[in-house]
């Protein structure tokens, strides 16, 4: 079956699961496969589940009149997901980048959802596969598209753009981190550049931040480029306040001296003006950015702001790389408090650099007063005496219990497979 007979079907069944667990009536099941797991053994499973099709790229012993063998299952689901976005004449926005990546995409999509029919990511679905999902979960009647890209190695963005076909293109920094997969910060520009290239080769559109000099020189050569940053740009805009919830002003640009937001921390300055510059470029009425702005309040151990009985704490737990470290620590240093703790884990995928990053980062928090600093993983090494080491979270979570802080600032931060949300379980 060919991918215009395979999007037929697709129409009369607009839904597409990858995972029987998660499946609905009427859906079409992917059989992927993986390392550790095969899609073709699960058809069966997935008709019970209510599937309408099952494409597979295996015969098994089950059959279905309803099962349709392809060659491979998930270049068949990015063929299709390109074949869909085809259909659409309206800006397909794609963000990737180091840090901060997420956040853009929620507030972009937030202050767009107030004037235009929206459809963005969902999750964390930026890799191979929730790309191509997140397209074809986009319905007829949109008007805009975000698309966040996540990478961790050279080719990937590229490979994501090829079946996005994005019109406009956002890199919030190239940072620190999967530095094993990129080959270092240079190969981390080269990689997320790959969305820079496509625009440029497509006559899009760049939102540059003019904060970052290495993001001037990427963008050379796109001939339509929307910018914006601190001190100059078509959009700048300034922290006003910044110990508990961050409040940002905007100079110029749009009419916004005082937007109050639900976000810690001054690095996420950077976010909110992408945001502002994406709505003023698309029109959006200066009072709807501000209410949207205000209204975000992050997620999924982002940045949260949590209390707990006399205790604010700052989870920000779904990710690390020594650059969003070493801003969340100065963040947290800055913040007003006289009993600040400390509840750092590991930061993976640096390769090589790892150890040194990490005693970098120790070597950061010594320039600081801490009430307590505990210190989580294998790679943080040589540890001065009155720094607290456990293996995992778990043990650290006993340790938390048993402290009993009160009126205590709490930085919690640390990669994904750290999963150091649990210290708060």
Request: with cysteine; proline share 3%.
């Amino acid at each position: 079956m060919n991918i215009p007979e395979l999007y037929a079907l697709y129409l009369q069944h607009p839904s597409v699961e990858t995972d029987t667990r998660k499946l609905n009536k009427g859906d079409i099941f992917f059989a992927l496969k993986g390392p550790n797991f095969n899609g073709n053994l699960y058809a069966q499973k997935a008709f019970e589940a209510g599937a309408s099709y099952c494409i597979c790229d295996e015969v098994t012993d089950y059959s279905h009149e309803h099962i349709i063998l392809v060659e491979d299952c998930l270049k068949s689901l990015q063929q299709l997901a390109k074949y869909h976005r085809q259909q659409f004449d309206i800006p397909f926005i794609a963000i990737t980048g180091s840090n901060g990546k997420t956040t853009t995409k929620d507030l972009v999509s937030e202050v767009l959802s107030t004037t235009y029919k929206t459809y963005t990511t969902q999750g964390n679905l930026n890799n191979h596969i929730g790309v191509p999902l997140t397209l074809l979960s986009i319905k007829k009647d949109a008007e805009i598209a975000v698309i966040e890209m996540g990478a961790n190695h050279q080719k990937e963005i590229e490979g994501y753009c090829a079946y996005t076909l994005p019109t406009h293109g956002i890199i919030t920094n190239c940072g620190k981190a999967h530095l094993e997969g990129f080959g270092g910060e240079e190969g981390v520009k080269k990689g997320k550049g790959e969305l820079f290239n496509f625009i440029r080769e497509t006559n899009g559109s760049a939102f540059i931040n003019t904060d970052y000099d290495y993001l001037i020189e990427m963008s050379d050569g796109i001939n339509k480029v929307i910018s914006f940053g601190e001190r100059c740009g078509d959009v700048t805009g300034n922290i006003t306040y910044d110990d508990t919830y961050l409040e940002v002003s905007i100079t110029k640009g749009a009419n916004l001296p005082c937007i109050k937001t639900q976000l810690v921390g001054g690095y996420n300055l950077p976010n909110i003006l992408t945001a502002v510059c994406v709505g003023k470029t698309f029109n959006v009425a200066d009072e709807a950015i501000k209410a949207a702005l205000e209204n975000y309040a992050p997620t999924n151990s982002r940045s949260q702001l949590v209390h707990s009985s006399s205790n604010k704490i700052i989870l920000d737990a779904y990710n690390a790389n020594p650059t969003s470290m070493k801003a969340a620590i100065e963040n947290f240093a800055r913040m007003e408090g006289d009993k600040k703790v400390l509840v750092l884990g590991g930061m993976m995928e640096l390769g090589e650099s790892s150890l040194k990053e990490h005693h970098d980062i120790i070597h950061l928090i010594l320039k600081y007063p801490w009430h307590a600093i505990v210190l989580v993983g294998k790679d943080y090494i040589n540890l001065p005496k009155n720094f607290i080491h456990f293996t995992n979270s778990s043990e650290t979570k006993e340790w938390y219990q048993q402290q009993k802080f009160e009126n205590a600032l709490v930085l919690i931060k640390g990669s994904r497979s750290m999963q150091m949300e649990k210290v708060l379980d």
